[in-house]
């Protein structure tokens, strides 16, 4: 009797161990843990060209979805080399007009242009603090237009 009770025990414990893992491994993971949506639009206004808004704030070790958002009919990028230097990249996905995947890339972003009204989004974990870091869209003639911002990380 003594020795089943002993073997329910074990039994209970590797079974919430086996069940508490991947709980545990989840909170390990700064990629996945508690991601804040950060929406940066990008467009045109009376001929000036702008990234709505012009200066985003990140905090390290917090993920983020950044979420670059095209509304304009000719297309753009984000470029900001100080940036991506300071960043864990998860991935970045592409979802159709009706929210069906497109494409998922993995792998360590340099620069993201972005199609004519249509949206990306970019899954980062700053690693890196960081202060009045240039963001551009490089297309020519953008950043004379306009389009340039900074980005801080605290
Ligand atoms: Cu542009």
Redesign the pocket.
């Known amino acids: 009797m003594r020795i089943q009770i002993v073997k329910i025990k074990k039994l209970v414990t590797a079974s919430l161990a086996l069940i508490l893992a991947p709980m545990v491994y989840a909170e390990g993971d700064l990629s996945r843990a508690n991601v804040q949506t950060v929406v940066l639009e ?1 467009g045109t206004t009376d001929g000036q ?1 702008y990234f709505k808004p012009d200066h985003l704030k990140f905090k390290t070790g917090q993920a983020y979805k950044i979420v670059l958002k095209n509304v304009d009919p000719i297309k ?2 984000l470029e900001a080399h100080g940036f991506v230097e300071k960043i864990f990249t998860r991935k970045v996905e592409i979802a159709d007009d009706k929210g069906a995947l497109v494409a998922e890339i993995k792998g360590n972003i340099r620069e993201i242009e972005v199609g004519p009204r249509t949206q990306v989004e970019w899954f980062v974990v700053p690693v890196q603090s960081g202060a009045d870091i240039e963001m551009v ?1 490089a ?1 020519e003639g ?1 950043k004379e237009a306009g ?1 340039h911002g900074l980005i801080t990380i605290e």
């Open positions: 990008m060209m753009h990028e869209c297309l953008h389009m």
